[in-house]
């Protein structure tokens, strides 16, 4: 039998990067398995691992988050430099 590595929700919290409460949300929806020992809570680093693992960003999947590239000319911001309209 393997001895199991078990974590506090506060290091368990730091290992991940993200604060308790986003930690205890993550349990609470059932994303992340967490044990109550009477009155404390205790995370499986295996567990953390593969938390980690599944939300794994995929290549392609975000550019949803980054706007398109506008075609040549369409930006508004865009000033002809050359334009010398001096009359």
């Known amino acids: 039998m393997t001895d199991v590595e078990w974590l506090n ?10 604060t308790t409460r ?8 059932g994303q992340l398995p967490a044990y ?4 404390v809570f205790r995370l499986k680093v295996s567990d953390i691992e593969t938390f980690i693992e599944e939300c794994r960003v995929q290549p392609g999947t975000l550019s949803h ?23």
């Open 65 to 87: 988050l980054y706007p398109e590239a506008s075609p040549a000319g369409d930006d508004d911001d865009s000033a002809d430099i050359n334009d010398t309209d001096n009359d």
């Open 36 to 39: 109550r020992f009477g009155r």
């Open 22 to 29: 986003t930690l205890y949300r993550f349990m609470d929806k």
């Open 9 to 18: 929700t506060e290091d368990a919290a730091k290992r991940l990067g993200i």
